[in-house]
């Protein structure tokens, strides 16, 4: 059978897998649900396990940021690697940086989660379109309910944001929303409040990482992973 993921490495990076394999197979998880007005699927614990497994079945591949550059050139035409993590939504890739196996990188991976579960929604020729504002929110929100939520676990109640972002205030006052709006959500107020949303969909566009890309995202569904590949 003829595989046209040639330029791609044959095989899924096993420590990049593993990672996220672990982050999603943590019972935490299981807090990270809520529902959102601009997106019509819900961000919920079981959609989130079937991202594992396309993940478990390499579907999704994972690689580390770091070693991907050279076969990146032949596949996307340029070296655009991300500074932290990505999901790309046509080559059903997700690239993270496994430097650190703690709770703020994890909750990176469980960003780019996000945005390969909507992928998971879409299909070829009959895309998921959802604003690149709402889904940057809701990978945004995830991010943020996993890292309280582990927190909460290990006894502290009502720690400060963790993620700092000096260069872009734009940016920082998205992950302070999120933060906030994570408290309500663990707190049993599983869809997200109207206000809230709106705040956060309009600060994203503004943000230096946001305000050049499209206002759409088509996600487009995740394709099956020749056996042959695999
Ligand atoms: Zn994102």
């Known amino acids: 059978m003829v595989c ?3 330029p791609e490495p044959k095989v899924a990076d096993a420590k990049a897998k593993k ?3 672990d982050v999603l197979n ?4 299981n807090r990270v649900e809520f529902y959102m007005s601009g ?3 819900g961000c919920t614990p079981d ?3 079937q991202v594992k497994l396309r993940i478990q079945f390499d579907d999704i591949r994972v690689y580390e940021r770091e070693g991907v550059a050279a076969w990146w050139m032949n596949l ?4 655009d690697l991300p500074s932290d993590a990505a999901y790309y939504r046509d080559k059903d890739i997700m690239v993270i940086r496994a430097k650190g196996n703690d709770i703020y990188h994890q909750a990176i991976i469980v960003h780019e989660c996000v945005h390969a579960m909507l992928d998971m929604f879409g299909a070829k020729g009959k895309p998921l379109t959802v604003t690149t504002a709402s889904s940057e ?4 929100i995830a991010q943020c309910v996993y890292a309280r939520a582990c927190y909460e676990e290990l006894g502290f109640m009502d720690k400060a944001c963790p993620f700092e972002v000096k260069k872009d205030p734009n940016l920082q006052q998205v992950f302070d929303k999120a933060w906030e709006i994570s408290a309500k959500i663990l707190g049993g107020t599983k869809r997200v409040d109207a206000a809230d949303e709106a705040k956060m969909v309009g600060l994203v566009p503004v943000t230096k990482l946001y305000k050049h890309k499209p206002v759409n995202v088509d996600f487009n569904g995740i394709a099956l992973r020749p ?3 695999s």
């Open 4 to 6: 046209d993921t040639l």
């Open 19 to 21: 990672l996220v394999m």
């Open 26 to 29: 943590k019972g935490v998880m």
């Open 39 to 41: 997106v019509k699927f």
């Open 47 to 49: 959609s989130l396990k």
């Open 76 to 79: 996307f035409g340029t070296i």
């Open 137 to 140: 929110s809701m990978a945004y």
């Open 227 to 229: 056996a042959s590949c």
